[in-house]
């Protein structure tokens, strides 16, 4: 059987191109008076930029080991995140001073309903019915629950009246906290039970016909290297070149300021969600477990301390403390994974409600 590489698509021309381009595209407006059709395009650079970092970032995870792989990852979609949230808040829009804790929240609601039920839908969509290894998955969503809490909904608690200020004591103690939990969470999966992340059944395969992977060759991981060095220098450069205009057109259209950091969220989420799928598909659950939590401790371990010191220069306060609405979302989003992943066995039905909160939450984003 022929071995298909998972970076099939590391000699591609968008893979190749668009960082390249971008990088171009930006010396060249840099410092310039930009009418619409130019931020429109470069606007596009800087999503596909996104995705192509994100594509670089996986090569680069797959020919290394865990944890390092992860780590890698992890830190390209904390700089693409950071960027953003920064390029956005130094033009001091409304609402900006909660940018960060929207694009944190929202990358959490799409991880863990839109990544998980998508995964537990395709997964049971053949049995009706999923079993799988809760051990690794339970430690996860334990630490995800913890680190979402301590993040997102704390503050909201401790802030100062009356204008709920957050003190930099409070700022400091999440920063910290995120940190130091994200750091036991890979911990975890580096140097914990194996036997916790992989399946108890023999109906679960390592891979599914054809989808054998192969590293990257010594070549593809330097081009990789390069390339994923240019997409974030031309993520970094377009978010500050078209950002702020575009948030001025978001709110001068009416809507929340928070659609920029749901739609980075998306894009940084992407390749995960696909990956979760894919392993769901092949009888891999454990694995599409392991992407969500993952994908979710990711975003709030590394970006809230990231957030926590730019503040220190930002000319708006950083405020991440939850809104009522968001926190009951955050607390029916725990109930059920906590039904989803503690009785080791998924139903189809439960993925269709976890696709259900996100797509609620992103109606009432939009509303």
């Known amino acids: 059987m022929k071995r298909r590489s998972p970076i099939n698509s590391v000699g591609t021309a968008s893979a190749r191109v668009v960082p ?19 931020v429109v395009f470069i606007a596009t650079l800087l999503a596909a930029s996104i995705l192509a970092a994100i594509h670089h970032a996986d090569v ?16 390209v979609v904390t700089v693409i995140e950071v960027a953003v949230i920064v390029s956005v808040t130094v033009a001091s829009l409304p609402g900006t001073e909660t940018l960060a804790r929207d694009t944190v929240f ?47 909904v704390l503050p909201a608690f401790i802030a100062s009246p009356p204008a709920a200020q957050f003190s930099a004591a409070a700022i400091a103690f999440a920063a910290v906290a995120t940190f130091v939990l994200y750091g036991l969470f890979v911990t975890l999966h580096s140097a914990g039970p194996r036997g916790h992340f992989l399946a108890t059944t023999s109906a679960s395969r390592p891979f599914a016909s054809g989808e054998r992977a192969t590293p ?18 031309a993520v970094v450069g377009s978010a500050n070149l078209v950002l702020p205009t575009l948030g001025r057109d978001v709110i001068a259209a009416g809507l929340p300021i928070s659609i920029v950091g749901i739609a980075t969220a998306l894009l940084v989420l992407w390749s995960p969600a696909i990956a979760a799928v894919r392993a769901a598909q092949s009888n891999r659950i454990e694995k599409s477990l392991d992407i969500a939590f993952g994908s979710a401790m990711a975003c709030i371990g590394l970006t809230v301390p990231a957030m926590a010191v730019a503040s220190i ?21 725990v109930l059920v994974m906590m039904l989803s992943i503690m ?25």
Do not use: K
């Open 313 to 333: 220069w930002l000319p708006v306060p950083l405020r991440l403390g939850l809104g009522p609405m968001h926190i009951v979302l955050l607390g029916l989003t």
């Open 343 to 367: 009785p080791a066995r998924a139903t189809l039905p439960q993925g269709g409600v976890h696709l259900a909160l996100l797509a609620a939450y992103l109606f009432l984003a939009f509303a």
């Open 60 to 75: 680069l995870a797959h020919r290394m080991r865990e944890p390092y792989g992860s780590l890698v990852r992890a830190v």
């Open 106 to 152: 929202a990358a959490v609601m799409i991880a863990c309903n839109g990544i998980l039920g998508l995964a537990v839908l395709f997964g049971a969509c053949r049995t009706l019915t999923i079993s799988f290894n809760a051990d690794g998955a339970g430690a996860s969503l334990a630490a995800v629950v913890t680190v979402a809490a301590l993040a997102l």
């Open 216 to 233: 990257a060759t010594t070549r593809q991981t330097l081009v990789s290297l390069v390339l994923l060095l240019l997409a974030l220098v």
């Open 20 to 38: 390249m381009l971008a990088v171009v595209v930006i010396g060249f407006a840099w410092g310039r008076d930009l009418p619409v059709g130019p």
